[in-house]
């Protein structure tokens, strides 16, 4: 049977580079994305010409309606879901603790930890064997941020960060006995389009040489690692945090 993943924020960046290796793997995969459809077609396209079986599903997933929706299209498009990657996210101009807003705070925990809540939510009802299902692997994509801290930049992003690490942490242990596991990937600056989101287009160049490394990492190399933990090579690794970081 076609093991069929869900990845959030699968149009661009991590998530997009995590669909297409899921894909040369033999997911099927269903990518959502919440307002660029026009990139999202652009990942499925690029599955289906190389033979693959893919899907775009949209839904913000900080709305629980939509993200329930999402799911029963998967189901019925793909089948049985067996892996969810959580990495839909955002960050936010740089500001201090001292300047934010409520709801600057709000946006950000509802999209990158309620969001994240949701759809591991409906992921373990089809899942978790007490549910009939027959297991699967689900991968929160967190961030360094949540042990660096990120002051002066965006401390909120950096605690909703933390949020799910301990959501990783618990959940795990609370349906490992369910034939679920749970991880999360912690990458660190990652030359990606969100910096250009939080206003700093330059920033996986400009911070490089913090790096022990001295570079910036890519999205197929946080994709590497996600697609490990979905897959049995992984078969007894569950409440890992795995920083993919380069060294800081």
Not at 191 to 205: E, F, V
Request: glycine share 10%; net charge positive.
């Amino acid at each position: 049977m076609t093991q069929v993943v869900l990845i959030t924020g699968g149009s661009r960046g991590i998530g997009a580079a995590t669909a297409l290796l899921a894909a040369s793997q033999g997911y099927a995969v269903a990518v959502n994305y919440s307002a660029n459809s026009l990139a999202a077609d652009e990942v499925v396209r690029r599955i289906r010409a190389d033979g693959g079986v893919a899907i775009t599903v949209k839904a913000d997933v900080s709305k629980e309606r939509e993200v329930v929706e999402m799911f029963k299209k998967v189901d019925a498009k793909l089948g049985r879901l067996c892996a969810l990657v959580n990495n839909a996210g955002i960050v936010d101009q740089a500001t201090r603790v001292d300047a934010i807003t409520l709801a600057r705070l709000q946006r950000m925990f509802e999209i990158n930890v309620f969001g994240s809540f949701l759809c591991a939510r409906e992921a373990v009802r089809r899942m978790s064997t007490h549910h009939g299902g027959a297991g699967g692997a689900i991968v929160n994509v967190s961030s360094a941020a949540a042990r660096l801290g990120s002051p002066g930049q965006y401390v909120d992003y950096a605690a909703a960060k933390g949020a799910i690490d301990t959501f990783t942490l618990g959940l795990a242990r609370e349906v490992a006995a369910e034939g679920i596991r749970v991880n999360a990937v912690r990458p660190g600056i990652i030359d990606t389009d969100i910096h250009a989101s939080g206003g700093q287009p330059n920033r996986a160049r400009d911070v490089a040489p913090q790096v022990p490394m001295q570079r910036a990492g890519t999205a197929d190399e946080v994709a590497q690692s996600i697609v490990w933990l979905l897959s049995n090579n992984s078969s007894y690794t569950s409440g890992a945090l795995l920083d993919i970081s380069g060294g800081r």
